[in-house]
């Protein structure tokens, strides 16, 4: 029972700055890739960026130079430090994490969701 909770998200005027947190908790032995996903209403889930637990990183269209994934493996958090944001970055974000658990079984974990609102 591996827990995703994400924070940081709120109301950000258009060019500014945010950074999401994603927190794991439970029985967790490793986790090999945590990522960040968005959701705008009546649109479909994209990837925002993954990490996987060498720091290698993944982004998404059009976001690479302004979002940046990284990650604490000691605290099982992984971040999301976005930067010039538009109003097309409104979405609900959402962390994911797949790895073993302590019982070397796989998990694919999913946060419930940070609304990130940006305004014109």
Not at 52 to 77: E, H, Q, V, W
Not at 80 to 98: F, G, H, R, W
């Amino acid at each position: 029972q591996v827990q995703l909770v994400e924070s940081g998200g709120g109301l950000v005027q258009a060019g500014g700055s945010l950074r999401l947190s994603c927190a794991a908790s439970g029985r967790i032995f490793s986790i090999g890739t945590m990522a960040w996903y968005r959701q705008a209403p009546g649109k479909q889930r994209e990837l925002v960026a993954r990490i996987s637990s060498g720091g290698s990183t993944n982004y998404g269209d059009s976001l690479k130079g302004r979002f940046t994934i990284s990650r604490d493996n000691a605290k099982n958090t992984a971040y999301l430090q976005m930067n010039s944001l538009k109003p097309e970055d409104t979405a609900v974000y959402s962390c994911n994490a797949m790895g073993l658990n302590t019982q070397r079984l796989a998990f694919n974990s999913w946060g419930q969701g940070t609304q990130v609102t940006v305004s014109a």
